[in-house]
């Protein structure tokens, strides 16, 4: 079936660094989401993609989407204590009404003040 | 204020008990979902809906039993035979899959614990 794979599963970073993690999916996506969880919190969403290397900044967050839809990147700059959680990508193929977002495993990010 | 509610926040239950979790959504959303988050852990899927009076078995369905009367409600009841049912439950709602967004709105979830 189909999978989505994130990498790192954790990132530690001082305060101050950068931080990126990747998402790769086995087959083509219709599109792809990225989503906070704070510590302790829910998943919020972040951020939508759609378009073949699409890519989209919120502040010091820049997320990308492959020419091949098959991954994506988050990219934070100059991490912050504020950007603790884990950040989840989630990708549907939309082969079918029924299909589903499908969730990567996550990756944890601290941040060392 | 739209959103999504889930209740109670924490749950406690002796093993062998069904319990049922309340998810309620005042988005108009039609799709609704049930995952599990394990401590360190992704979200697994449980079950979905994607209109009244119909679901689909997700991942891990298992163990669980679920029910869609209104739109609005989605309750999931954790069954005995679940083994592991400790957990964070989440809830999420969604327009349907084609209306050009796959957002999903999640509840603040409940923590079973399970003696």
């Known amino acids: 079936g189909q999978q989505v794979m994130q990498i790192p599963q954790y990132q530690h970073v001082q305060e101050g660094e950068d931080f990126t993690t990747y998402c790769n999916s086995s087959t083509t996506l219709s599109n792809i989401q990225w989503y906070k969880q704070r510590p302790g919190g829910h998943p919020v969403f972040l951020i939508q993609?759609?378009?073949?290397?699409e890519v989209k900044k919120q502040k010091r967050l820049t997320f990308q989407f492959g020419e091949a839809k098959k991954n994506s990147s988050l990219h934070i700059t100059a991490t912050q204590t504020t950007d603790v959680g884990t950040y989840f990508c989630a990708g549907n193929l939309r082969r079918t009404s029924y299909d589903k977002v499908i969730f990567g495993p996550g990756t944890s990010l601290s941040v060392i003040p | 204020d739209g959103g999504i509610t889930q209740s109670p926040k924490y749950l406690f239950r002796k093993e062998g008990q069904n319990v049922t979790l309340s998810c309620e959504q005042n988005?108009?959303?039609?799709?609704m979902y049930w995952y599990r988050q394990d401590p360190g852990q992704g979200l697994r899927l449980i079950y979905y809906s994607q209109i009244v009076n119909d679901f689909q078995k997700g991942d891990i369905a298992e163990g669980y039993s679920v029910s869609r009367e209104k739109k609005e409600s989605f309750p999931l009841t954790v069954t005995s035979a679940q083994k592991n049912p400790t957990a964070f439950y989440l809830c999420?709602?969604?327009?349907?899959?084609?209306?050009?967004?796959?957002?999903?709105?999640f509840g603040p979830g409940t923590r079973l614990t399970v003696l």
């Open positions: 999420a709602s969604s327009l349907l899959p084609g209306l050009g967004t796959d957002t999903q709105y």
């Open positions: 993609l759609v378009k073949s290397g």
């Open positions: 988005l108009n959303h039609d799709a």
